[in-house]
């Protein structure tokens, strides 16, 4: 008789919570991944996902360490019921095939299901992120510049080429910038047709001498096959300044754990989370290093996934840019965003920089800043600038009147001309509105709990769960690994609170001093 394992599992184990609260998950998408005809899996999904989902709240992410855990680990055992333990392989197949599509949608069940039993308070999302070593070599980088480089160089090789070229057949051929490869593809076929024509013999070795033909077959192919490559390197850049090969979605970054200290670069993604009264509520995956690029869309997957909108943002000086204050003035979302200058502003050495902006007296109705030397700064004329993703600011110069024979002109700038100052007055209005959110009493506790819930979320997950590097390589099984992840950290979070009677907490209380 087979040993029963329901006494062996205490009540208040958190498998038997993670049990309860998956078992509720409606798994439809999961099952459509599998086909109608053919044999029966060896194990059933809704089991396979329990397995993964307590395997990485367990520190387990190897699918090796998973399949000894199964055959060893009574908690696993009771999970699969009495059904047989998986082998490596297939809980790999399970993970990168199957599970791939359905578990996004699983995970925001699982938040959705935590709102609905008054676990999240809807009051504000904490956002963050970090970045994680992609799996990839940190030697096969490719370089936009170093690209653009060779290919210029390449291109001024090719011109020569045409012009012998056209002067020993007697031709008018032509490379263009914009057509390039075209063009080579048309000389190419011209010159394999001459061979044809002339029945050119192609030798190979020391001691042979190519023909003409030969020659020019050879050096045109070459060219064509390189561009080919450049072209392909260019498509994989994404709007970056480089990638890697081995994972081409992952680029290259400064990582915070660099304990070499000599700033190497390695591949890696930029992890984004949004917690809600401890719970990561959503997360994303980039591979923009600056935290800049990823609010807007962060915050747009979140309202779609969650069905539900935030009506305030807390996020570090990260995240501050016109733009995001735009968006979020547009979707009537309060900001509590420290400004980056925050910490300067509190300076001695700031204050009392002269050719700051903020050390300059400001007539709003005149539209004219005074500076130390009481000489005006006024508006010359407004420029528009575009960013990275295509929002449109504009800039207002001012310029001082004269700052030709003026003693402080060497604190107020090292131009040869006079002192000039370049203000986005949308940008500081804005600014100025989440600085004053920051600081009201709201404000305060908001930022507090920012620093512990969601900078506390990813020490749990570097330190505590050592979840320092991926497994898997390309985007798309990177962000099942950190669904997974954040779902094993959400379920031991809530099984914390249910053994520590903190239930329907949500914000820590500011110390009174």
């Known amino acids: 008789m087979p040993l029963s394992l329901e006494g062996l599992v205490p009540d208040d184990d958190s498998v038997r919570l993670l049990s309860h609260e998956l078992e509720e998950l409606d798994y439809t998408l999961l099952y459509k991944a599998y086909s109608s005809k053919g044999r029966n899996p060896a194990v059933d999904p809704k089991t396979m996902f329990k397995i993964l989902t307590y395997a990485y709240s367990q520190n387990i992410y190897s699918s090796r360490k998973i399949e000894k855990a199964c055959l060893r680990d009574i908690n696993f055992m009771w999970l699969l019921a009495g059904q047989k333990a998986p082998d490596h392989s297939t809980i790999a197949r399970f993970r ?44 096969t980088f490719v370089w936009k510049k170093s690209v653009g480089k060779w290919e210029e160089k390449m291109f001024q090789k090719i011109q020569e080429a045409v ?35 002339d029945g050119t013999v192609f030798v190979y070795g020391r001691g042979k001498r190519k023909s003409k033909n030969q020659k020019y077959f050879e050096l045109f192919r070459k060219f064509q096959e390189r561009q080919v490559t450049y072209d392909w390197h260019t498509a994989s850049f994404q709007g970056r300044n480089n990638y890697c090969k081995t994972d081409p979605d992952a680029t290259f970054m400064h990582m915070k754990d660099e304990h070499m200290r000599n700033a190497q670069l390695k591949p890696g993604y930029n992890i984004q989370i949004g917690v809600d009264s401890e719970h990561i509520v959503a997360t994303d995956v980039f591979s923009d290093r600056n935290d800049v690029w990823t609010l807007i869309p962060f915050l747009k997957t979140m309202d779609e996934k969650l069905g539900f909108r935030y009506p305030s943002v807390t996020a570090d000086s990260g995240y501050e840019s016109e733009e995001g204050y735009t968006y979020l003035r547009e979707t009537r979302q309060t900001p509590y965003i420290k400004p980056q200058t925050y910490e300067k502003w509190k300076r001695r050495s700031f204050k009392q920089d002269i050719s700051k902006r903020e050390s300059m007296a400001y007539d709003a109705a005149t539209d004219v800043y005074t500076c130390y030397a009481q000489k005006k700064l006024s508006p010359v004329f407004v420029k528009k600038q575009k960013s990275k993703s295509g929002y449109e600011s504009e800039v207002t110069v001012y310029e001082c009147e004269d700052c030709k024979d003026c003693p402080h002109k060497e604190k107020y700038t090292r131009a040869k001309g006079n002192k000039r100052l370049y203000v986005s007055k949308s940008f500081l209005e804005k600014r100025q509105e989440s600085y004053e959110n920051i600081l009201i009493e709201t404000g305060i506790q908001y930022r507090m709990n920012r620093s512990i819930q969601v900078e506390g979320a990813f020490g749990v997950l570097k330190n505590d769960y050592e979840f320092q590097k991926f497994l898997l390589r390309e985007k798309t099984k990177v962000k099942l690994e950190i669904l997974l992840l954040c779902m094993g950290y959400n379920l031991n979070k809530l099984h914390a609170k249910i053994q520590n009677e903190r239930i329907g907490s949500h914000l820590f209380k500011v110390k009174s001093a």
């Open 96 to 139: 990168t095939g199957f599970l791939l599509e359905a578990c996004e949608d699983l995970f925001y069940q699982m938040v959705r299901r935590l709102k609905d039993a008054g676990e999240l308070s809807v009051e504000t999302v904490f956002i963050d992120g970090t970045k994680l070593e992609a799996c990839a070599n940190k030697y």
């Open 163 to 197: 012009m012998l070229l056209n002067h020993e057949y007697m031709q008018s051929f032509s490379v263009k910038i914009d057509s390039r490869i075209q063009d080579l593809q048309t000389i190419t076929r011209y010159l394999e047709n001459k061979c044809q024509q």
